[in-house]
């Protein structure tokens, strides 16, 4: 069959994915849904596509297969779990939310209607990172170290901490849900953060993040990453993660993989556009119902989300935080 999608969003990452599904026999975008409707009408003539300025619209009057949320973080939980309640899958950006609250009210509303999911951590599906899982193997881990160093978000809502959530919470949550991924499950975080090359008038957000984790595998881990360098450091210093095992380095990267042994180096470059496996997975989960090729659901990447948001609550409070005392106490207000 064609997945018929229904796209709310149609700014940056809404026109990545649209162009990644354009790609996709199994795929159309019938419906294009956004506040502005200039943008929304751009984005629809490009797939013959109805336009629409109100979400609530495009899900009672289209016949969907499929939905995808690339709006603002803070939109995202009433968008998913208004899908979740009309018993439709649908493709979430990352982050999944601003407050875990808000996150747990979107995995119930899924588990509730048994409504199939994928949050868009594309870093999952690359083909460098299949390639250092196989590598891996279940070889022990003793430390993972990420970076990203970048510029001011050129999207300005982002360049709020209150309506982004902050780097660590908006950009590199990418890198710490591959500490989840690589290293288990997080079970605690210290993080000290900074807002020292900028002014709050300037830059409402942090310019300096330093993060350390604990793995219940025995692993740790640590981020740093900042918001005060320009653009063309990403050409420098691109975003990274290592991955520390006995005699064995990883460097996970946009470009691929370099695995380095004693006996020499060795590269696995990423194939093809580093946002169209995870779109291909989620539509051809849709469309055959393998719901094994998505595994970056909903359920799956909560802990991700809870790590970021704890991260921020440790800068601000001082304090190591508890992942899963983090994440029950939210669950239950939200309860």
Not at 99 to 105: E, H, I, L, Q, Y
Request: glycine share 8%; net charge negative.
């Amino acid at each position: 069959m064609t997945v018929r999608v229904g796209l709310v969003g149609a700014g940056r990452m809404g026109n990545i994915h649209a162009g990644c599904m354009s790609a996709m026999p199994a795929a159309k975008t019938v419906a294009v849904c956004d506040i502005i409707p200039e943008r929304a009408q751009t984005m629809a003539g490009r797939f013959g596509a109805t336009v629409y300025t109100d979400y609530r619209a495009m899900l009672d009057q289209e016949k969907l297969d499929a939905v995808y949320i690339c709006t603002p973080t803070g939109s995202h939980a009433e968008m998913a779990v208004a899908a979740a309640e009309r018993g439709l899958p649908f493709f979430v950006e990352k982050p999944l939310a601003l407050t875990m609250s808000d996150g747990w009210r979107i995995a119930r509303a899924v588990e509730r209607r048994g409504v199939f999911s994928c949050v868009g951590y594309h870093w999952r599906y690359a083909t460098a990172t299949l390639k250092a899982q196989e590598i891996l193997g279940s070889r022990p881990l003793a430390l993972m170290v990420a970076e990203w160093y970048w510029t001011l978000p050129p999207i300005i809502w982002l360049r709020d901490k209150d309506l982004g959530g902050g780097q660590v919470v908006d950009q590199t949550t990418h890198l710490t849900d591959l500490f989840n991924v690589f290293g288990g499950p997080v079970t605690s975080v210290c993080a000290n953060y900074t807002l020292n090359t900028y002014t709050d008038a300037e830059f409402h957000n942090w310019d300096g993040y330093a993060l350390t984790c604990k793995h219940a595998s025995g692993a740790v881990s640590s981020l740093h990453a900042t918001y005060a360098l320009f653009q063309q450091i990403g050409e420098f210093a691109p975003p990274r993660v290592d991955l520390c095992a006995r005699d064995l380095f990883l460097r996970l990267m946009p470009s691929g993989l370099t695995v380095v042994t004693p006996q020499g180096s060795e590269h696995y470059p990423n194939s093809g556009v580093f946002h169209f496996n995870i779109n291909q997975a989620f539509i051809t989960a849709v469309d055959s119902d393998k719901r094994a090729l998505v595994h970056s659901t909903v359920p799956e990447t909560l802990r991700s989300l809870a790590l970021t948001l704890a991260g921020s609550e440790s800068a601000q409070s001082g304090t190591i935080v508890n992942i899963d005392a983090f994440m029950q106490g939210a669950g239950h207000v939200s309860a």
